[in-house]
């Protein structure tokens, strides 16, 4: 089986892989993901994950020592994509190597279209299972739960150096607040505009959107 190549590193520090092991690497993410949303978070062990990809488990460690590594790697492959959703829609660049370094369009990103862009992803109820089955691994598993944090600090970070460079003159601080408060806004909002745990309304998606606005802003 061909997988990282030992001693060379890809950008952002991963493991370089060949093109045959980058192919069973995205096969192996494909079927955690499948597993986490079709089976949920109680059936996610690395024999069951393994089983869903065709291979044995010992080939499924070769890549992934843990289910934390394989989790990781699931959250990082979703922001990628999200980052990916973001550039094209907005023409604002995060690098997700570098989460403070922001490349605007115009030297100022439209929050509007950004925020548009971030609450369009809880239309996807793939995605947004994915990432509710990923919270209920974390509350009971002290590994996972240590990558959901690590996660969704890359995340604010994102956010905070999106604040600053829209609002300069704030503190640093104070962006890093914001963002926080950005953050826990959209991902509290995905559990009720799922249906998960409440009923979505227009009136509920036009307040939300223009106090996330606010908070990257005002």
Avoid at 2 to 9: A, F, H, L, R, T
Avoid at 160 to 174: G, I, T
Wanted: hydrophobic share 45%.
């Amino acid at each position: 089986m061909s997988g990282p190549v030992k001693g060379e590193k890809a950008a952002g520090g991963k493991p370089q892989l060949t093109q045959q092991g980058s192919i069973r690497r995205t096969s192996l993410l494909d079927a955690a993901e499948t597993v986490l949303v079709a089976k949920g978070n109680a059936s996610a062990s690395l024999r069951t994950i393994a089983d869903a990809a065709g291979i044995r488990i010992g080939h499924l460690q070769h890549y992934f020592p843990t289910r934390a590594d394989l989790i990781k790697a699931v959250l990082e492959r979703a922001l990628d994509r999200s980052l990916e959703r973001l550039a094209d829609a907005t023409g604002l660049r995060v690098s997700p190597d570098a989460p403070s370094d922001i490349q605007p369009p115009q030297g100022r990103a439209d929050t509007a279209d950004v925020v548009a862009v971030v609450l369009a992803e809880q239309d996807d109820p793939r995605l947004v299972r994915l990432y509710v089955e990923v919270w209920a691994l974390a509350a009971r598993d002290d590994d996972t739960a240590q990558v959901v944090r690590e996660f969704y600090q890359k995340y604010v970070t994102h956010v905070a150096a999106l604040v600053q460079l829209n609002r300069p003159e704030w503190p640093a601080d104070f962006c890093r607040a914001r963002a926080e408060t950005f953050v826990a806004l959209v991902e509290g909002a995905a559990l009720l505009r799922s249906g998960i745990a409440g009923t979505r309304s227009s009136a509920m998606d036009a307040e939300l959107a223009r106090q996330a606005v606010r908070m990257l802003s005002d």
